[in-house]
T-cell receptor, first 112, second 115 residues
Framework: QKEVEQNSGPLSVPEGAIASLNCTYS??????FFWYRQYSGKSPELIMF????GDKEDGRFTAQLNKASQYVSLLIRDSQPSDSATYLC????????????FGKGTKLTVNP | DVKVTQSSRYLVKRTGEKVFLECVQD?????MFWYRQDPGLGLRLIYF???????EKGDIPEGYSVSREKKERFSLILESASTNQTSMYLC??????????????FGPGTRLTVL
């Protein structure tokens, strides 16, 4: 069973701080990794994807991938109250699979 | 921008009814997916389709069926709705053109209540 694990939280940070969200996965052959943000009552929206080891930055968001340790993380710099949401980690395990395996999500609260 | 639409945002049905949930995407994507999302259980894949008239079971297909007669449309059918099928249903689509394109895009979701 291919698994993606996330700390369910809630993770609470003050406005302006760095929020760090972590995700581990079980399948060593996994090839692509995604972070989705989901506001309460809404559908997931893609924030970032990463395929290669290292860091990938997009504005205030940085995704970090370490395939040797099988983890992927999302850093949110200068956190804003509007970042308060549940963040879902998703992994494509490759081998031609069309499917993503999702973690259960980490709930982030940014306090003004 | 990818656009995935779902026929209803909210739906209330009675036990035993046959329920149709429709999903349409406008980006000519080959792959389409149906998930349900429940508190504490996360997103669970019900069925997916990798091309027209092609379908494959996901992790929880029991009680559901699907139809994909046209590339842009993927329907989820609850043959006889039960109260344990009360959930948020999410449709997603994805292109299959190659590495770097396997992002799934979600529709707005349908919150189904079965009484």
């Amino acid at each position: 069973q291919k698994e993606v694990e996330q700390n369910s939280g809630p993770l609470s940070v003050p406005e302006g701080a760095i929020a760090s969200l972590n995700c581990t996965y079980s399948d060593r052959g996994s090839q692509s990794f995604f972070w989705y943000r989901q506001y309460s009552g809404k559908s997931p929206e893609l924030i970032m994807f990463i395929y290669s080891n290292g860091d990938k930055e997009d504005g205030r968001f940085t995704a970090q991938l370490n395939k040797a340790s099988q983890y992927v993380s999302l850093l949110i710099r200068d956190s804003q109250p509007s970042d308060s949401a549940t963040y879902l980690c998703a992994v494509n395990t490759g081998g031609g699979s069309e499917k993503l395996v999702f973690g259960k999500g980490t709930k982030l609260t940014v306090n003004p | 921008d990818v656009k995935v639409t779902q026929s209803s945002r909210y739906l209330v049905k009675r036990t035993g009814e046959k329920v149709f949930l429709e999903c349409v995407q406008d980006m000519d994507h080959e792959n389409m997916f149906w998930y349900r999302q429940d508190p504490g259980l996360g997103l669970r894949l019900i069925y997916f389709s990798y091309d027209v008239k092609m379908k494959e079971k996901g992790d929880i297909p029991e009680g559901y069926s699907v139809s994909r007669e046209k590339k842009e449309r993927f329907s989820l059918i609850l043959e006889s709705a039960s109260t344990n099928q009360t959930s948020m249903y999410l449709c997603a689509s994805r292109t299959q053109e190659g590495v770097g394109t396997d992002t799934q895009y979600f529709g707005p979701g349908t919150r189904l209540t079965v009484l």
